[in-house]
């Protein structure tokens, strides 16, 4: 099973930027979905943003416009850039991984947006 290492979380302000790393132990050439959730204290992990094998990017609205997924299959990692953050961004964020019938997490990395 792949491993997934998210690197990049932090203390923010508001307006802010940050960009989050994820690094797979293994090829993501084949991978179906890469993508990023993230869970706040109190609620549901919820989806970010996700990319598929054919590249479309699908955006929870509330993060379209300021975030941005990208994916570099050489470095076998995929990236999250953050911009204009706000506090109700401060979460855990996950990164996430399907691979054919299988699904790998990361251990997650905090995001804090003071304002």
């Known amino acids: 099973q792949v491993q997934l290492v998210e690197s990049g979380g932090g203390l923010v302000q508001a307006g802010g930027s940050l960009r989050l790393s994820c690094a797979a132990s293994?090829?993501?050439?084949?991978?179906?979905?890469m993508g990023w959730y993230r869970q706040a204290p109190g609620k549901q992990r919820e989806l970010v943003a996700g990319?598929?094998?054919?590249?479309?990017?699908n955006y929870a609205d509330s993060v379209k416009g300021r975030f941005t997924l990208s994916r570099d299959s050489a470095k076998n990692t995929v990236y999250l850039q953050m911009n204009s953050l706000k506090p109700e961004d401060t979460a855990v964020y996950y990164c996430?991984?399907?691979?054919?019938?299988?699904?790998?997490w990361g251990q997650g990395t905090q995001v804090t947006v003071s304002s």
């Open positions: 293994g090829s993501i050439f084949s991978a179906n979905f």
């Open positions: 996430k991984l399907n691979m054919g019938l299988t699904g790998s």
């Open positions: 990319i598929a094998r054919g590249g479309a990017t």
